[in-house]
């Protein structure tokens, strides 16, 4: 049923953009709630899941300057446009490029 979403999606649309976690990311060493751990993966689960190629990209920062990511998930046999568009998204940003401060 998953899968089914994901192909009537891709009836209207080439790519899924959407964040990789609910939360920023955490400080290292600053985190160990094992439960807050697999919730943080639940944006990804359900392309996992259908089987999707998937990625994750530098989006820019939140609160406390932490890091955030953009997960974009493509359609079966359309990794091309996949690696296209994440290549496209770092060519008209610099977050790649950035850095949390204090590293």
């Excluded at 009537?8 to 751990?37: E, Q, Y």
């Excluded at 953009?70 to 990794?79: K, P, R, S, V």
Aim: aromatic share 10%; net charge negative; with cysteine.
């Amino acid at each position: 049923m998953i899968a089914d979403d994901f192909q009537n999606a891709f009836k209207d649309c080439d790519l899924i953009a959407g964040p990789v976690a609910p939360t920023v990311a955490w400080k290292i060493g600053a985190h160990k709630d094992p439960l807050a751990d697999y919730l943080a993966d639940i944006f990804t689960l359900p392309g996992s899941l259908a089987g999707l190629p998937g990625m994750s990209v530098p989006a820019g920062f939140g609160e406390g300057g932490m890091p955030v990511g953009m997960q974009l998930l493509g359609n079966y046999f359309q990794e091309a446009r996949l690696l296209n568009a994440a290549h496209r998204f770092q060519q008209a940003t610099d977050w790649h490029a950035r850095k949390p401060e204090g590293f």
